[in-house]
């Protein structure tokens, strides 16, 4: 079987989810992994999934296309390419950055640059603006993985002074302990 990776996109509604499911296990195809959520009505879904050999990138679009365009939904599959030698896993260890502070535009690029500047990997983001200055209304909370020879001091330093540049609380905790922490 070869691998997929299926994005669907549109306005949320009840049903996305069975729709795109059923399609796929219709098609014989095996849902590895997803990610789903729900920004300002909108739904976005990313599906791994395993497609038999027989089923052709063009069939699974034209099925998925059929089921999904009704209702108001856009498609987008492309084959997960296979891992070589040249992309060997990096040794790192998961963080949680956390910004809190007023909102202005360029804050996510500006913090994801200076992450990206010592090699940090965002695996996920959540970001809540609600504007204003209220610090407690504007949130931002970044998983990441730090390679394991990275310099934290180095790191810390320059997301602290980013931080302080553009008038944000930052907090950076190894993931175990923020879930230790943040646990209800």
Sequence with gaps: MKKMII????????GIIAAVTHILFEQDCNIENVSQTILQNEFSGIFIVSVPKALSEGDLHRH???GLSPMGLHVY?????????SQAAVESEPFVVVTKGPD???LVASITAIMAAHRVNVTNLQAVFKGGDDPNANIMIY???IPSDANHQALRRDLREKAMALSLDISIQHK???????RV
């Design 143 to 145: 998983e990441v993985d």
């Design 64 to 66: 998925l296309d059929a």
């Design 176 to 182: 175990l302990i923020f879930e230790a922490i943040n």
């Design 77 to 85: 599959e492309k084959r997960l390419s296979e891992i070589d030698g």
């Design 104 to 106: 202005r535009k360029g």
């Design 7 to 14: 994005s669907v996109l549109g306005k949320d509604r009840p």
